[in-house]
């Protein structure tokens, strides 16, 4: 047998390039995921050549059977791929507000951040899980912070995932143009302050679709700056239903338009379809639509609240109004915990063109429901119960 090697081949393998790497797995990077280490700074070195790679569809890889503990974390683009990917496939929990592996800071707005990344995927069926029970206790702590935060990030896709006991709302999406957010889980206890499943703020051509809510507050609210907004197979329960607003706090100017929501399914929910602005605001919410809507046991099915500051002092000197026009609510069918299962709360600026369609609203025990009405604008067709300023 020859043991000669030629020049050539020599060369060749010298000068052979090593394979890309396109997957990044945390625990190559130092992650244990024992629950009790910290892996943050094993999670931002693997995300730094993940957001540094340009093969193929860089990847982010948090391995099943673990839990990762991370103090607030912030992944931070751009990104050198257009597409971009966590394989999420363990649970990553957050450090309690206090005992041995608290917050290293409570200045933080949120636990874990994506910014300024286009093209992110997050997926796998893996779990968040914001420990959120030793923030609750104390319901004025204004430190809470939302547990996943994307600012920024267009064309993003989230889910399948599962998302539970954030100390505020669960999920914010700010500053987005693009994002398809389907096959959620999101959990808290009913009684839980403020964890909204997700907040959209300033944000466009959002899609939220096949997924389950139950929380402490709002399945789902639509904020100031947001339009173009498409919810749908939505099972929201317990909570405080699917909202625009609130809009106008402070006085602030606010805006929401383009929102249709529909084939949902609010099971003992404070509120069903709900619409709330704030009398000292200015702005406008229109041209939106709750459509093919079931209610179980819901105590407030249809709700459009102008005084959502009922119970600030406001002088009539301030009192302007968001305006609020074009809403349809159709195809509504199922069962109210309240008498008042309608109410159209509207301040001076008054509301215009509220059509409600095809609505059929029983009232639990046999108990007849009815609606309320002040200032606004509209008509009524099929409705039970009947609206009384449309008559």
């Not at 931002?44 to 540094?52: I, T």
């Not at 791929?81 to 450090?95: E, L, Q």
């Not at 929380?215 to 099972?235: E, M, P, Q, V, Y």
């Not at 008498?339 to 008054?350: F, P, Q, S, T, V």
Request: proline share 4%.
């Amino acid at each position: 047998m020859s043991l000669f090697v030629s020049p050539i081949s020599c060369f060749r393998l010298v000068n052979r390039k090593p394979l890309a790497q396109k997957s990044f797995n945390v625990v190559n990077y130092g992650a244990k995921g024992d629950s009790n280490t910290d892996d943050s700074n094993a999670f931002l070195k693997a995300w730094q050549e993940v957001c540094g790679s340009t093969q193929g569809t860089p990847t982010l890889i948090i391995p099943g059977g673990k839990k990762f503990m991370l103090q607030p974390s912030s992944f931070q683009g751009p990104c050198k791929s257009s597409t971009v990917k966590v394989m999420m496939m363990g649970t990553i929990i957050a450090p309690q507000s206090s005992g041995k592996w608290k917050w290293d800071s409570r200045d933080d707005d949120a636990w874990i951040s994506f910014s300024h990344i286009k093209g992110l995927i997050i997926s796998g069926e893996g779990t968040f899980d914001g420990q959120g029970a030793s923030w609750w206790k104390n319901y004025n702590d204004h430190g809470r912070p939302t547990a996943l935060q994307f600012l920024g990030c267009d064309n993003l896709k989230l889910g399948p995932l599962r998302h539970i006991d954030s100390p505020k709302n669960h999920i914010s999406i700010v500053d987005c143009n693009g994002a398809l957010i389907s096959h959620l889980h999101i959990i808290a206890p009913e009684n839980s302050p403020n964890t909204d499943g997700i907040d959209i703020s300033r944000s466009t051509n959002i899609i939220i679709e096949h997924s389950t809510i139950s929380t402490g507050d709002d399945c789902i609210a639509i904020n100031s700056g947001s339009k173009f907004i498409n919810i749908t197979a939505i099972n929201c329960g317990p909570g405080h239903g699917i909202s625009v607003g609130s809009l106008g706090k402070d006085g602030k100017y606010a805006t929401v338009e383009e929102v249709h929501v529909s084939h949902s399914i609010f099971t003992g929910t404070e509120n069903g379809a709900r619409i709330k602005t704030w009398t000292a605001g200015t702005g406008y919410a229109r041209k939106i639509t709750y459509e093919d809507i079931t209610l179980i046991k819901v105590n407030n099915p249809i709700i459009i609240d102008q005084h959502y500051d009922a119970l600030e002092s406001v002088s009539d000197s301030v009192r302007k109004g968001v305006k609020v026009s074009d809403v349809t609510f159709r195809g509504f069918r199922g069962t109210a915990n309240e008498k008042d299962a309608i109410e159209l709360n509207c301040a001076r600026i008054g509301c215009t063109n509220i059509v409600l369609e095809n609505i059929n609203i029983a009232g639990l025990g046999g108990e007849k429901p009815s609606a309320s009405c002040n200032n606004v604008q509209g008509s009524c067709s099929s409705c039970n119960p009947n609206v009384p300023c449309f008559h």
